[in-house]
């Protein structure tokens, strides 16, 4: 059978002050028909370009692209109402409902009038939307938007889909659901389809993964195939007695680990491919730690994250852990540094967050989890004196944030979901903006300014604009501009949404450090590896919580005799469905 999609030598080149970027460098690659092929890589190393060439938003330089049969040179407009395509940010309209984007797509890719009833209500018992098909899109969660994204794509189904992380910012929940509406069209349509992402557990579950870096395609495998490449070198480290991630910070600098990150109450290893790796030295070492007993290490086996891992540090000889933060906390302020007690907020007759009470503790790193719409992000603004609240009551760093909300905000950094920096300012212009609107004097201005260039590895890129940065790195100005103040507490809304691997496990060693230092963090997530990394956590759905404990604690709510070791994220998800059982959207 003839592959769908043929890349031969495709390369595409952007102008740029400084010189000329190569976004893609000669790409050849060609997908097997009715299987599923992910397409993973760091942040700026091609992927979207790549993907929007693929269906001619974006003409390649040089090479040659065949799509169904149809030749990308001269066909391109045929390509383009041929196959289907969902970029990260879908084109949904937020001030109609379900129902009018549905028939609005329906009406751009000319489906028959008596062909739709059918097709609309397989599309909408598939993604689970039947009771929203009045409400509007702009009302929906997260992930109900992706849903009503991808039916908009599949009203006709392509017999090539394509598909640029569409699950970026999707709870655990809805990522599931999102995969089994893919495969059912791969099941049912006998559909291709290429998918990016940034979530490795994705790309283990393809058929075939293209893994890209700086333009070029660096090997086309099966899940499997990439994990024999680092058979042997792979470990588990337990202990107790310390923070795993307190245990973390001993291992960054050693020679003969090339990765060390959080597993399910483990340290997951990977020994460097040119050091002996020396077990009995690193036990030897970790044995003068204060408060450590029982180490061990023993074999683990690889994993898909572990491959990419270590396939891009291999490219980049140059990379090292990030530079320690420096700064200084309030020693003064109260132990418990965030408190909550009965907290309630309401839009009119919907009531987002419903009576919740907690409390964080000085030098925590507290986790806040929940599907799309549980309530997180209002609690965070409530807490960051963003939002008011409708009733109880709330005090961080020991202010009430009722009477000396303004006090109170001093004390914190708020590093938001989205990227809210000016996008037209360069990088030293926001820094000193933020430093301006933090009120701190020149000179200090200058010395944090210097500071954030220097700590956040961000001087090369200090007169660029911070729109046109690398998706990692806004994220490391976002992070820097939080702390121009040094403040006592951080809240970090979702902060590592749809950054690669690398850059993900880079922004947790900073947090890491900066815990060790006292600073107290609150941080909100769907990517539920991370939730290993906090001290505690608590479970939200619907404005509620469900649970609460350390991340061991959270597992053991799902334990089974049919699983007897379950991952943060089967808890998350057998927690949500235990209060709102799911809809069946395989039938």
Known sequence: MTSPLQLKSVSKSFASKERPILAVDNVSFTLTPGKVTGLIGPDASGKTTLMRVMTNLLIADSGHIQVLGLDMATQGHAIQSSLGYMPQSFGLYEDLTVQENLDLYANLQSVPLEERPKRYKILLEMTGLQAFTQRLSGQLSGGMKQKLGLACILIRPPSLLLLDEPTVGVDPV???????????????????????????????????VLL??????????????????????????????????QLLTQLEYRSDILDASLGEDNIHLISAADTPFDQAALLSDLRLLKHVTDLRITPAPAQFEDVFIATLKAQTTTLSPPKKIKTVINKTSPEDVIKVVKLER?????????????SVRRGEIFGLLGANGAGKSTTFRMLCGLLPASSGSLSVAGHDLRTASATARRNIGYMAQKFSLYTNLSVSQNLRFFAKAYGLSKSRQAERIQWALTTFELTDYQNSNAGELPLGFKQRLSFAA?????PDILFLDEPTSGIDPL????????????????????????????ANYCDRLMIMAEGQVLAAGTPNEI?????????????????????????????DITS
Request: with cysteine; hydrophobic share 40%.
């Open 346 to 358: 309401r839009f009119g007759d919907f009531v987002a967050v419903k009576g919740i009470s907690f």
């Open 212 to 245: 890209m870096h700086e333009g070029k395609i660096l090997g086309q495998h099966k899940p499997a195939d990439f994990n024999k490449t680092l058979t042997g070198r792979t470990f588990r480290l337990e202990a107790k007695g310390i923070l795993y991630r």
């Open 555 to 583: 597992r053991q709510l799902a334990t089974t005799d049919n699983q007897a070791m379950p991952s943060i994220e089967d808890a998350f998800i057998h927690l949500i469905e235990e209060h709102t059982p799911p809809q």
């Open 174 to 208: 809805s990522r599931r659901e999102l995969w089994q509406i893919i495969y059912r069209q791969v099941a049912d349509e006998g559909m291709t389809v290429l998918v990016s992402t940034t979530y490795l557990d994705e790309a283990e579950r393809c058929y075939e």
């Open 503 to 530: 850059a993900r496990q880079e922004f947790w060693q900073r947090t890491n450090a900066l815990a060790e230092t006292g600073i107290t963090v609150m941080v909100t997530t769907h990517f539920m590896q991370e």
């Open 482 to 486: 939080a702390l121009m103040h040094e």
